[in-house]
T-cell receptor, first 113, second 112 residues
């Protein structure tokens, strides 16, 4: 099992550019999440999904979009990148019942200049 | 007031010390409590999980939840240099609520 994989590992964007952060999991988890982690701010939930075709906003959804067409994939789209979106982005997945354990990917470090 | 408060540290202790890490929270609806460990430039990994109040022990780690005081703790016994990491508390409300609230994390350094 690869677990949760994220690509790319690093990216530098110019203001106004767009990009998609990829996330995939091979554990057949229904629940998937996108977080951003800023220094001293902890993890903030951007979007989450409870299954293919179902997504919902988290705490900080502005400037982002998601889709969930398959159980495995949960891409995060940034439109019109802004310096405030400079952060480390983590994707996670979990079982729908049980221990609440979220399995995190290795993260994508994004800088917007 | 933040929903979850956690001292960012850093906390430096000698090898073998007992470490106490804490979070306070304001939302009385929180029922599920977790501690994650995050090594530098890695994703968080679950360390401990508790439901409602009480203690849970796993090897050198003990998690405590005091819902009356809205206070959770993680104790690490016989701390090792390999325990040096950032520790994040996380919590959520009742079943069906999938929005986890994370603390800011406490950076721990265990000195050999």
């Amino acid at each position: 099992n690869a677990g949760v994989t994220q690509t790319p590992k690093f990216r530098i964007l110019k203001i106004g550019q767009s990009m998609t952060l990829q996330c995939a999991q091979d554990m057949n988890h229904n629940y998937m999440y996108w977080y951003r982690q800023d220094p001293g701010m902890g993890l903030k939930l951007i979007y989450y999904s409870v299954g293919a075709g179902i997504t919902d906003k988290g705490e900080v959804p502005n400037g982002y979009n998601v889709s969930r067409s398959t159980t495995e994939d949960f891409p995060l789209r940034l439109e019109l990148a802004a310096p405030s979106q400079t952060s480390v982005y983590f994707c996670a997945s979990s079982y729908d019942t049980g221990r609440d354990e979220q399995f995190f990917g290795p993260g994508t470090r994004l800088t917007v200049l | 007031q933040k929903e979850v408060e956690q001292d960012p540290g850093p906390l430096s202790v000698p090898e073998g010390a007992i470490v106490s890490l804490n979070c306070t929270y304001s939302n009385s609806a929180f029922q599920y409590f977790m501690w994650y460990r995050q090594y530098s430039r890695k994703g968080p990994e679950l360390l401990m999980y508790t439901y409602s109040s009480g203690n849970k022990e796993d090897g050198r780690f003990t998690a405590q939840v005091d819902k009356s005081s809205k206070y959770i703790s993680l104790f690490i016994r016989d701390s090792q240099p390999s325990d040096s990491a950032t520790y994040l508390c996380a919590m959520r409300g009742a079943s069906g609520t999938y929005k986890y609230i994370f603390g800011t994390g406490t950076r721990l350094k265990v000195l050999a």
